[in-house]
């Protein structure tokens, strides 16, 4: 019987290169995906504000923006007069509906302005709406819409 031979084996070499290259990589992915913002900024609470020292802390503090979703101006016909309603209560004339809109945009906020006017109002009213919430500071005015399915169900 035939033994075989023993060979002699080299050592193990492990290669850094590749190694330390992968390491690299790992690293610059790392950082380029990290937020370098501390993470109790992140939601709002009482951790979140910056504590107030002295006089400061005692002063009353302004509250904060209201969030406005959207803000829908109505306008209605109502025994042939034109009526303008806002978030659906009734508003006299356009001077009261440019006041009250110049209220909400000082708040600082920008909600868009949704004019929805019933089918019977005339076009220069719907215009004359547009140009108070423009004038009052409006931003984003929009006219709502019917989708069209519902006209055709007419």
């Known amino acids: 019987m035939r033994l075989p031979k023993q060979h002699q084996q080299d050592p193990l070499e492990v290669k850094m290169t590749p190694m330390i290259d992968v390491v690299f990589l790992l690293l610059v992915f790392f950082v380029w995906t990290s937020s370098f913002e501390l993470p109790e900024y992140d939601l709002p609470g009482a951790m979140a504000e910056t504590p107030a020292t002295g006089s400061v802390a005692n002063e009353p503090s302004t509250p904060p923006a209201e969030a406005f979703d959207e803000i829908v101006v109505k306008i209605l016909v109502r025994d ?3 009526v303008i309603e806002m978030g659906g209560q009734r508003v ?3 001077d009261e509906l440019r006041s009250k809109l110049a209220e909400v945009i000082q708040l600082g906020v920008q909600p868009p ?7 019977d109002v005339a076009m220069r009213r719907a215009i004359e709406v547009y140009d108070v919430a ?21």
């Open 134 to 154: 423009r004038d009052a500071g409006a931003d984003r005015v929009l006219y709502a819409i019917e989708p069209p399915d519902s006209a055709l169900q007419r």
């Open 80 to 82: 042939g007069l034109p």
């Open 92 to 94: 006299g004339s356009t």
């Open 113 to 119: 302005v949704i004019i929805d006017p019933e089918q």
